[in-house]
T-cell receptor
């Protein structure tokens, strides 16, 4: 079953912050975040493993609450280059190396 | 250059005509996977492989076959394509599906008429 992402779409002005949520109905081992720009292949952002860690690079960070089976991606001080569709992928406990992606969150950053 | 290549990039075919989409990676990755992308449905995994001769079904395996005879190659076979298999297909590879980054190929746009 695909994880549920919210919101489905969001429009931001440059410099604003955004949060994208990813929720699963099953216990998770890992959460993977990717960004896909229009007409291109998805590109890896980060992986969070069971253990509740938080990760980040540059102004994009993520958290993983394994008890709630949820992950959130935080985009701070958004830039035009952040525009694209963000996908979370989840690997559930017992589904070794099988990654199921959500339907995506379309983010548009405008000047 | 480290990369995942797919061929063909674009294909228009007719119902029932067997086809193969090739995928090759030069990064010595053990894990390879196929996804299809359809509007509003996100990326859906078709099959994945954890190593040579080890493959397993993803979420939407019906109508597809795969094989992993060599580490670098993971072809996707549609034995009898149907219009509902019209989609954008991505191949991906990584050191591990569990803890590693997946590198995606450029995609193959398939139209079945």
């Amino acid at each position: 079953q695909q994880p549920v992402q919210s919101p489905q779409a969001v429009i931001l002005r440059e410099g604003e912050d955004a949060v994208i949520n990813c929720s699963s109905s099953k216990a998770l081992y890992s959460v993977h975040w990717y960004r896909q720009k229009h007409g291109e292949a998805p590109v890896f952002l980060m992986i969070l493993l069971k253990g509740g860690e938080q990760k980040g690079h540059d102004k994009i960070s993520a958290s993983f609450n394994e008890k709630k089976q949820q992950s959130s991606l935080y985009l701070t001080a958004s830039q035009l280059s952040y525009s694209g569709t963000y996908f979370c992928g989840t690997e559930t406990l017992g589904s070794y190396q099988k990654v199921t992606f959500g339907t995506g969150t379309k983010l548009q950053v405008i000047p | 250059e480290a990369q995942v290549t797919q061929n063909p990039r674009y294909l228009i075919t007719v119902t029932g005509k067997k086809l193969t989409v090739t995928c090759s990676q030069n990064m010595n990755h053990e894990y390879m996977s196929w996804y299809r992308q359809d509007p509003g449905l996100g990326l859906r995994q078709i099959y994945y492989s954890m190593n040579v001769e080890v493959t397993d079904k993803g979420d939407v395996p019906e109508g597809y076959k795969v094989s992993r005879k060599e580490k670098r190659n993971f072809p996707l076979i549609l034995e009898s394509p149907s219009p509902n298999q019209t989609s954008l297909y991505f191949c991906a590879s990584g050191f591990s599906g569990r803890t590693g980054e997946q590198y995606f190929g450029p995609g193959t746009r398939l139209t079945v008429t």
